[in-house]
DNA sequence: ACCTGAACACCGTTCAAGT
DNA sequence: ACCTGAACACCGTTCAAGT
């Protein structure tokens, strides 16, 4: 005798994603899913296999988000480093596990395009990899520290953001 | 009738460091860390809070440790950020801690102080701590997604770690 | 064909009872 | 004065039994 579904795989990763911002990796449990979806834990292993699964879909949106956020600026470096900066502050906890949990290998690379585009505009196809990196450490590094709350020694962040950000632009134009 | 200790807070510390590095923070239960240090894990609770006070005081050792690797460079920040880098690979999760757990306030100050040294020898006392963030910002983030595995892109990775430090050295230098 | 209660192993934590 | 077994609440996961 068949039975419909109760939930869906797309409902179970956004409660995982609201749960996760809510509370941090911790109340991110298979009871708080399920109790959020409307069905008993032991159904969520129909739709995942287990809770790294869940985690590591949960992180995939995460980087579907935060490529959203990158598609919608200017395309310029500065843009590109405002925008994954703000969804940072948005979704801290997306952020950081984005950081750690291993999203699907196809994902990223949506997210390193425009980056990689704007490198490439910048310094040239030659380099363009290895400027888009340097870009992308920095400012996933400022965001990290902030959130983590790891400048501690005072002065002003946004001071230090704009040195940052002025820094590196002038290191990728200033010729060789 | 007074009993003596079986065990002491630097054992337990130095188990939950060993723990963390053998397995990720998932391995540092606090009846791991018991069994390891010959006792039952109720006993912990003597030396330690909870499991939260035990992980923070494992990211200050790991801070200690990372402040040891610093303090034994020239003093350069190329020699600062191989160092920082080369703490990194040798302890993977003690790093990963240091950026998501806050240890004391007063342990980071002692591993910012080289780096902030540097920084001033570079570009003088005024721009020292925004120029000390740039470098830290980036060689954190750097390895943060290199030790991830974030870097996909293919590509050699020395090559980025080598472009990244010419630039900032380069960007730090450079006249106004 | 999905959903569930019951069960199991494991975890952090508490506490009264041992020595 | 520390250590322990027992207990409790909670978690992830499995599975036979329901519909």
Do not use: N
Not at 8 to 31: F, I, K, N
Not at 34 to 51: E, F, H
Not at 69 to 75: E, F, K, R, S, V
Not at 92 to 116: H, I, K, N, Y
Request: glycine share 10%; proline share 6%; net charge negative.
């Amino acid at each position: 005798v068949p039975a419909p579904e109760r939930t869906s795989l797309v409902e179970v990763v956004a409660a995982g994603c609201d749960l996760l911002e809510e509370g941090g990796p911790a109340a991110l449990t298979m009871q708080a899913v399920a109790a959020r979806v409307g069905v008993r834990a032991p159904s969520l292993y129909k739709k995942v296999r287990d809770r790294d699964e869940l985690l590591a879909l949960v992180a995939a949106r995460a980087a579907e988000d935060a490529g959203g956020h990158l598609a919608a600026t200017d395309g310029t470096l500065a843009g590109l480093a405002r925008a994954y900066r703000a969804f940072g502050h948005e979704r801290p906890e997306a952020f950081r596990l984005l950081l750690s949990a291993r999203p699907d290998p196809e994902t990223p690379r949506r997210v390193a395009g425009p980056v990689l585009r704007a490198a490439e505009e910048l310094v040239g196809p030659d380099q363009a990899l290895e400027a888009a990196r340097f870009v992308t450490a920095w400012v996933t590094g400022f965001v990290s520290m902030e959130l983590a709350g790891a400048f501690r020694l005072g002065g002003d962040l946004e001071d230090a953001w704009a040195y940052g950000l002025e820094r590196i632009q002038r290191a990728l134009t200033a010729p060789a």
